[in-house]
């Protein structure tokens, strides 16, 4: 009966069924003035990752409410943060901050890296690929957020703002709106930001890990500009998957880390080949994001 409260009060968070249409709706006008952007087989797939993640996520995030809940009700600020407006400010600082770390272990080790890389398998920059996202990475996710509730912060608000930075980055996957204001730039995770992310080229190789503020990646030195003049991004992975088979999409890297253990001898190897940064090598070349900066 308690779980099925639990699952009552999670219920409530219903903020990303209401932007579903409105993702929707944007999908469409944007393939009016960029078909060239779309590819159907791309945006099924998309789409098919999108329906995966929310099936995968669904206990991982129950489980996480409860959690979060427990941590709340042992919070010594838990009666100071209610639902005041500084307290939403300071949510979405948190959350952002949460979500940057999250986002930048799921480039730099490649257990998580498993996981999130259907998000960066399509070739394509579209609003298409926003829905695109990683199944595996619904696993261990909330992890990052434990710390959250400590500080008072109430589960349900903590997801209405997980909610509101998702909606947000789901409009900076486009090609269509170029570089905005400086100070919006220098401050927000912008389109701009977003198609360094997703560039294969070494240059722009695990940068701009921002939620909704860029600040995180200017301080943590992660930051890359867009520099279009000198080096167009080039979307998708460093070696592209060929294959259009859903369930290769979200599960390849899991099953080329299995190859990669079996095949290493020494035990340190094998948990490199789990823990350590993609592209980490026992017996070939170094192809880690930054060893190809530094080359």
Not at 95 to 113: A, G, K, M, T
Not at 134 to 156: A, M, Q, S, T, Y
Request: charged share 20%; hydrophobic share 45%; net charge positive.
């Amino acid at each position: 009966m308690i779980f099925i409260e639990y699952i009552a009060q999670l219920s409530e968070d219903k903020l990303l069924y209401f932007a579903l249409p409105i993702f929707f709706i944007s999908m469409f006008v944007e393939y009016q003035f960029a078909k060239e952007k779309y590819e159907l087989k791309d945006t099924g797939i998309s789409l098919l990752m999108m329906v995966f993640s929310a099936i995968i996520e669904f206990i991982p995030k129950v489980l996480a409410f409860i959690v979060f809940v427990y941590i709340h009700e042992i919070s010594p600020f838990k009666d100071v943060v209610q639902r005041q407006w500084w307290a939403w400010i300071l949510l979405l600082f948190a959350d952002d901050i949460s979500y940057y770390w999250f986002h930048r272990f799921n480039h730099e080790v490649r257990l998580f890296w498993a996981g999130h890389v259907p998000h960066h398998s399509s070739i394509y920059m579209n609003l298409g690929t926003a829905l695109r996202q990683g199944v595996g990475e619904r696993i261990h996710k909330f992890f990052f957020w434990l710390w959250i509730p400590l500080l008072g912060f109430d589960p349900l608000m903590m997801f209405t703002v997980m909610g509101i930075s998702l909606i947000y980055q789901f409009f900076v996957h486009t090609e269509l709106v170029d570089k905005l204001p400086k100070p919006i730039e220098f401050i927000f995770n912008t389109p701009s930001h977003h198609r360094v992310h997703h560039a294969s080229n070494i240059r722009y190789l695990d940068c701009n890990h921002a939620g909704i503020l860029i600040i995180w990646d200017r301080l943590f030195g992660t930051f890359s500009k867009e520099l279009k003049a000198v080096e167009k991004p080039v979307y998708g992975l460093t070696v592209n998957i060929e294959t259009k088979n859903p369930i290769k999409v979200a599960t390849h890297e899991y099953v080329a880390i299995w190859k990669d253990v079996k095949r290493a001898n020494k035990f340190s190897d094998k948990l490199n080949y789990i823990f350590n940064s993609p592209g980490w090598s026992h017996d070939g070349e170094d192809h880690r994001a930054k060893t190809l900066r530094k080359k």
